[in-house]
């Protein structure tokens, strides 16, 4: 099995960007660039909770699938300002990201919160997009591989072989996030094929070449085609590139053409 047997994802994770009417503007811009991706490239936009509606709605009979941005792992109760699986599959919602760094970063999330929405978002039938990524200062000390081989471990544990096959792994180094600081195609081939040898430890390499891995950090319209290539990188996850419909598309295109 290969990477042309793999599904390949553009998501785009629109972060604490857009109202409702600048989403809907947005999607509709979106829509018919993107519309040729159908059967070759899975389009995913990933948006802030109060923009599901509009977006599920907008997206309606197209090929752009929604996603939101986090998951509560618990099935309800007192948290204040969460929001549930269940809930987010009642609004038609199919991905999820969970574990961004910057959830890491700024509040508070760690690779056991990040595998208990994992699995709360699976058990409710959601595609999680896991995020993993070393900061800069852990490539400096030249620990990249054990920061990444512990989130995998970690963030997938006691996920089982047929659930790992529907998680998408993006991996985003925390130095290339909104800094226009790439890594280059062969940093992030490196670390992508290193994400799936982790895999294959843990399960087995079948279930290994089946799983979707993405790049993520400054991924844009001048230098996808070159990520993308890569034979262990199957798609990105974008943040400011995913913003403007051209940009955003242009990655598209790069993934149905490579
Ligand atoms: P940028 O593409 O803006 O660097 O963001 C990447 C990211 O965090 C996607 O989740």
């Known amino acids: 099995m290969?990477?042309?047997?793999?599904?390949?994802?553009?998501?785009?994770?629109?972060?604490?960007?857009?109202?409702?009417?600048?989403?809907?503007?947005?999607?509709?811009?979106?829509?018919?660039?993107?519309?040729?991706?159908?059967?070759?490239?899975?389009?995913?936009?990933?948006v802030p909770f109060t923009n599901l509606e509009t977006a599920v709605?907008?997206?309606?009979?197209?090929?752009?699938?929604?996603?939101?941005?986090?998951?509560?792992?618990?099935?309800?109760?007192?948290?204040?300002?969460?929001?549930?699986?269940?809930?987010?599959?009642?609004?038609?919602?199919?991905?999820?990201?969970?574990?961004?760094?910057?959830?890491?970063?700024?509040?508070?999330e760690t690779d056991e919160t990040?595998?208990?929405?994992?699995?709360?978002?699976?058990?409710?039938?959601?595609?999680?997009?896991?995020?993993?990524g070393e900061l800069k200062w852990e490539r400096e000390c030249n620990i990249t591989e054990e920061v990444i081989a512990r989130q995998i471990k970690l963030d997938l544990w006691e996920v089982s072989k047929e659930d790992v096959k529907k998680v998408v792994i993006a991996y985003e180094p925390v130095w290339a996030i909104g800094t226009g600081l790439t890594a280059t195609p062969d940093q992030?081939?490196?670390?992508?094929?290193?994400?799936?040898?982790?895999?294959?430890?843990?399960?087995?390499?079948?279930?290994?070449?089946?799983?979707?891995?993405?790049?993520?950090?400054?991924?844009?319209?001048?230098n996808a085609a070159e990520l993308l290539a890569k034979p262990d990188i199957d798609g990105g996850l974008i943040g400011g590139a995913s913003l403007k419909a051209p940009d955003f598309n242009t990655i598209v295109q790069a993934a149905v053409e490579g």
Not at 28 to 45: R, S
Not at 66 to 87: C, L, P, R, W, Y
Not at 93 to 104: A, K
């Open 57 to 108: 709605a907008a997206t309606a009979g197209s090929n752009i699938k929604v996603g939101a941005e986090n998951v509560h792992f618990a099935k309800s109760g007192a948290f204040t300002g969460e929001i549930s699986a269940d809930m987010l599959v009642e609004v038609g919602v199919e991905y999820v990201v969970i574990g961004h760094s910057e959830r890491r970063q700024y509040f508070g």
């Open 114 to 132: 990040v595998n208990k929405r994992t699995a709360a978002a699976l058990a409710a039938g959601l595609k999680p997009i896991v995020c993993v």
């Open 2 to 46: 290969n990477k042309a047997v793999r599904k390949a994802i553009i998501a785009g994770n629109w972060k604490m960007n857009k109202t409702r009417p600048e989403a809907k503007e947005l999607i509709e811009a979106i829509k018919p660039l993107v519309a040729n991706a159908e059967g070759k490239v899975e389009v995913i936009t990933c």
């Open 188 to 222: 992030a081939q490196e670390v992508c094929a290193f994400i799936r040898a982790q895999l294959a430890k843990l399960y087995d390499e079948e279930t290994a070449q089946a799983v979707t891995i993405q790049y993520g950090g400054s991924m844009n319209a001048g």
